[in-house]
T-cell receptor, first 116, second 109 residues
Framework: DTEVTQTPKHLVMGMTNKKSLKCEQHMGHRAMYWYKQKAKKPPELMFVYSYEKLSINESVPSRFSPECPNSSLLNLHLHALQPEDSALYLC???????????????FGPGTRLTVL | LAKTTQPISMDSYEGQEVNITCSHNNIATNDYITWYQQFPSQGPRFIIQGYKTKVTNEVASLFIPADRKSSTLSLPRVSLSDTAVYYCLVGEEADKLIFGTGTRLQVFP
């Protein structure tokens, strides 16, 4: 199984809602990532988890809260988002977060988020 | 991380070879060059990676000159399904991907 799955595929939420994005992989990877991608822009790294511990937070606002319950699952909890947070949220995984140059990342299909 | 510059867009026809060049003048000694492909509403997909000279896999070839200040992704005999955005990334740490603007390739029948 070389797939990263993300749920839901689409999400519409109001600015006062609390919602969560989910990501799952069963490749035995120990590093997992969240990216944000606006329309016609490249993906931007948000968070990196290595061995279930947060290792990189790219100065993301606190209304985004990541969680890694186990090595296969990654969540992104959303609260009090703004309309400008509407984007495609991508999850990825790799064998490990070791700095190895051949550490290919596998991406999921993303969750299309719309904040009203 | 070295900054990369790619053409914003390219057009091609089915069956042609497509070469996408990426400039990375400030590439460091330990940096590798990696290319990802992204279809609309999908996550990026790893295509190829190299350090110098030429690398070839079942999908593409990557040409890197001796000075390593640029690289060229070569897609042989493209088809409509190769229409996508192609990103060139340069860095030592493959874990921290910094995507540039990418090249939007449109393949016509």
């Amino acid at each position: 199984d070389t797939e990263v799955t993300q749920t839901p595929k689409h999400l519409v939420m109001g600015m006062t809602n609390k919602k969560s994005l989910k990501c799952e992989q069963h490749m035995g990877h120990r590093a997992m990532y969240w990216y944000k991608q606006k329309a016609k822009k490249p993906p931007e790294l948000m968070f990196v988890y290595s061995y279930e511990k947060l290792s990189i937070n790219e100065s993301v606002p606190s209304r985004f809260s990541p969680e890694c319950p186990n090595s296969s699952l990654l969540n992104l909890h959303l609260h009090a988002l703004q309309p400008e947070d509407s984007a495609l949220y991508l999850c990825a995984s790799s064998q490990e977060h070791s700095g190895r140059v051949d550490n290919e990342q596998f991406f999921g299909p993303g969750t299309r988020l719309t904040v009203l | 991380l070295a900054k990369t510059t790619q053409p914003i867009s390219m057009d091609s026809y089915e069956g042609q070879e497509v070469n996408i060049t990426c400039s990375h003048n400030n590439i460091a000694t330990n940096d590798y060059i990696t290319w990802y492909q992204q279809f609309p509403s999908q996550g990026p997909r790893f295509i190829i990676q190299g350090y110098k000279t030429k690398v070839t896999n079942e999908v593409a070839s990557l040409f890197i000159p001796a000075d390593r200040k640029s690289s060229t992704l070569s897609l042989p005999r493209v088809s409509l399904s190769d229409t996508a955005v192609y990103y060139c990334l340069v860095g030592e740490e493959a874990d921290k991907l910094i995507f540039g603007t990418g090249t939007r390739l449109q393949v016509f029948p």
